[in-house]
């Protein structure tokens, strides 16, 4: 098939077909579905089609456009649910806030094919890709609950020292606005949402500008499986709900996974920026270093995989390759024709990996970064490179690339792999030391002489170094995080619940009265909190 007949008399399987548009005409605050009346936004997917008119950008539904006020509401109702730590939530016993998610979790797990459809027409992921976000997601949910169970029975203990007993465990922080990223927006929204929801937060959540209406098969769940003002969620522009609450000084938590621009803005809105916990996954530039002596197969195996996973619409994604001038020659031709192997195509396509691109304006701006490339001295060396039909683009790889070029520093978050020699290994352990960012980094080489000191070097620059793979986030119960600007708090299955959680205790000095009133509270379970139950 042709690049230019990509959308041309697609052939829509009927378990994908969409018929009727998805009109989310409820919306979730203070426990109620109510019904939305007002203004609302068309939903537009990321693939075309022709219905009569001409290849154009399907529309798949709406949602509501919601305003100032209507932030006001759902802030109000997470507000007065947690009551300063005093509402159902914050103050209910772990275990049964445990079976509020799981029970949360068994009702998701029954709409899988609609999300997993949902995630294919909102943001162009592909089938494969968009079932395992969907069953990762579910599994971290369900090893959340693992690791605080165990965290809760090591917990029950209570300690003792100089003469004082204390019963320390963890406690919520409050009111937490939550906004998850347009890439990932099931799994990575959730592994903010699911951990501060189990640890006693309330939250207000704001869905990504694009992958909303995936959330709609949801809205039932939330609202049957958690009290009311726990979980709200509001539609609409960035600017016009999150700002007015933030600056009300009620939001305790900025969990937010996206663009540090909107971090910054958010969190300098706040009157009281001391209180203020900040739980952000944000920009990334991973580099590639191949070394002379890897495996130059394995390296450009994991370099493709790496830089063009989901078109390369990852904060985790390769975003520049730094490749030994010993084998640069080699290593692109064999990138190069790898890349040319790669199906492009629709979602639903058996095998596909490359796909349309959901933000409208990213065709122009890669495309804006390739003219800026070229100026500059690089080339496109792939067949049909940077090549685009609508919102489809096909991977540009530039080299040489240089400082002098854009690609070289931004983020591009899409479809164009720049690809720099060396010479001396001092150049891109410059580049990551210089950086703004520091996530991670990929190692290419068969020497442990040689990785020895890069490794000890780049620990100290990102938080993963990775040898002989692409970057990534996962599996979930290791650390996630980033150093510079790319990132605040640890994201993983056992850090996320510490992120949105803070070490509080009760203590008692060691009296005879004090004892009788310890002994008592054991006994008789009067309280939640000074407990010595052990959760199975």
Known sequence: MSIKNIFKNAIIPEKFNIKELYNQETYLINGVLRKWT????????????????????KVIGTIPNMQEQNAFEALDAAYAAYDYGRGEWPT??????????????????????EVVKLLMWEIGKDYASSCKEFDRTVEYIYDTIEDLKKSDREDSNLKKHSGIYAQIRRGPLGV???????????????????????????TVFKPAKYGVLLLSPLLDAFQKCFPKGVVNLIYGRGRVLATPIMKTGKVDVLALIGNSKSANALQHLHPKQNRLRLVLGLEAKNPAIVLPDCDLDLAVQECLLGSLSYN??????LKVLFVHQDIIEEFNKKYVKALSQLKYGLPWEEGVKL?????????????????????????????????????????????????KMRVYHEEQFGPIVPIVAFDDVSSPLDYVSE???????????????????????????????????????????????????SAVSTLSVHDAIRSFSIRTLVAFKGTDSNKEVLNDLLDNKQSNFVSTHYIL
């Open 92 to 113: 209910m016993k772990v275990e049964d806030r445990i079976n509020c998610v799981e029970n949360f979790a068994k009702m998701m797990v029954e709409t899988r094919d």
């Open 312 to 317: 390369g619409q990852r904060c985790t994604a």
């Open 38 to 57: 007002g203004e609302t936004s068309k939903v537009y997917s990321s693939i075309f089609t022709d219905e009569g008119n001409g290849l154009e950008r």
């Open 355 to 403: 796909t349309p691109l959901p933000e409208a304006g990213k065709p122009a701006y890669i495309h804006e970064l390739i003219d800026d490339a070229v100026a500059n001295g690089a080339k496109v060396i792939n067949e049909n490179g940077g090549e685009v039909v609508e919102s489809f683009v096909f991977p540009a790889v530039m080299y040489p690339v240089n400082e």
């Open 435 to 485: 950086s703004n960012y520091g996530q991670q980094v990929s190692l290419f080489s068969e020497s442990a002489n040689t990785l020895a000191p890069l490794i000890d070097m780049l620990v100290n620059q990102v938080c993963r170094v990775n040898i002989n793979s692409q970057c990534q986030r996962g599996p979930d119960v290791f650390p996630f995080v980033g150093r510079k600007d």
């Open 176 to 202: 937490v606005l939550c906004m998850g990223p347009y890439n990932y927006p099931l799994n990575e929204t959730f592994c903010l949402l699911i951990p501060a929801l189990i640890m006693g937060n309330t």
